[in-house]
C-alpha cells in the first residue's frame, strides 16, 4: 500500500501515522531509536506490507504490470489501490478526503524533527504538489509516477501503466474492493 492507506490504518494516533509515514526509511532495528508509538507505525507499515505482498489479490493486481514494471509492479499496484481507496473513501472513512490528507500533511510537518533525512527533503514538495491527494485522478497518477520514476529506481513507463489501469479499471477496482476490508480486519486483529 502507498502513503493514503498506510496513514488511514494508523487509526487517530499522531504518533503511529508518523511511524507508518517514515517506516520505508528505516531498516533492520533502526526502528527502536524512535519513541514507542512511532515504533508502533513502523511496525504496522512492515505488517501492511507484507500481507500486502503475499495477498492473491494484490499478486493478481501486480501480473497485469509485470509485462512493463516486472519486479516494480507492486510499486505501481501500491500507487494504485491508493487510487481506488480515494475513488472508494467514503466506503472506508466518514470525514472528507481532501481534509483528511491535509490534515495528515500537517501532522506529519509538525513530527517533522523524527523524519529520517530522506523524507524530511521532500516533504515540502510532497505538501505543495498534493502528491496523495493526487492519487484520485488518472491525471495526478500519471505524475506521481512519473516523479517516481524520476526520484527512484522505478521505471519511467507511466503512460504504459495509466494505459494497463484504463484497460483492466474495473478488474483492478474489484481485487481493491475484495482486499482492502482483509487488510483492515488484519490490521486491526494485529494491532488491537
Known sequence: MNYLAHLLLSGNNEKIMVGNFVAD????????????????????????????????????????????????????????????????????????????????????????????????????SMIHHDWIGCYVSLYGLHKVLERMSRRTTLPAFSLDAISILRDNYDELDADFMAFFPELIEHVSLQFK
Do not use: C
Open 25 to 124: 526509511w528505516i531498516k533492520g532495528n533502526k526502528y527502536l531509536d524512535y519513541p514507542s508509538d512511532i515504533q508502533r507505525g513502523i511496525k504496522m507499515h512492515r505488517a501492511i506490507d507484507s500481507f500486502t505482498d503475499l495477498h492473491p489479490l494484490h499478486k493478481h493486481s501486480r501480473s497485469l504490470f509485470a509485462p512493463s514494471y516486472g519486479r516494480f509492479s507492486g510499486i505501481v499496484i501500491d500507487v494504485l489501490y491508493d487510487h481506488f481507496l480515494s475513488i472508494h473513501w467514503n466506503e472506508f472513512h466518514s470525514g472528507d478526503r481532501i481534509t483528511y490528507i491535509e490534515n495528515a500533511y500537517r501532522i506529519i510537518e509538525n513530527y517533522r524533527r523524527f523524519l529520517p533525512p530522506r523524507p524530511k527533503r521532500m516533504l515540502p
